[in-house]
Nanobody
Framework: QVSLMESGGGSVQAGGSLRLSCAAS?????????????MAWFRQAPGKEREGVAA???????SYTNSVKGRFTVSKDSAHAQIYLEMNNLEPEDTAMYYC???????????????????WGQGTQVTVSS
């Protein structure tokens, strides 16, 4: 069972930046460098549905939801089984619990749909004040 743990959340003022990290572990031996996994960041604000924010596939191809394009960047360090979400020019609307997700397989364009991910972390809170 793949395990995911997020870190890096916090409180910032609008226009500020944060960097989230997600450490993955318990991959099967053949996948310990994340070679067969695609991963993503989702977020859920109070009273709202969880939504996909950014995703990255096995080869580093990325996808972003429109509201974060140009502000957020997803990246990965396969050797250390981690992915990151660099968030710049944060807005109060970005306030949410942020979750890391992963699944096994290949997508040419990594998906931002909840149903395509089997493994989830516990989340890290991001709060942006105006």
């Amino acid at each position: 069972q793949v395990s995911l743990m997020e870190s890096g959340g916090g409180s910032v003022q609008a226009g500020g930046s944060l960097r989230l990290s997600c450490a993955a572990s318990r991959f099967p031996n053949s996948d310990r460098y994340m070679g067969n996994y695609y991963m993503a960041w989702f977020r859920q604000a109070p009273g709202k549905e969880r939504e996909g924010v950014a995703a990255i596939n096995n080869y580093g191809t990325t996808s972003y939801t429109n509201s974060v394009k140009g502000r957020f960047t997803v990246s990965k360090d396969s050797a250390h089984a981690q992915i990151y979400l660099e968030m710049n020019n944060l807005e109060p609307e970005d306030t949410a619990m942020y979750y890391c997700a992963a699944d096994n397989g290949f997508w040419r364009a990594p998906p931002l749909s909840l149903s395509e991910y089997e493994y989830w972390g516990q989340g890290t809170q991001v709060t942006v004040s105006s």
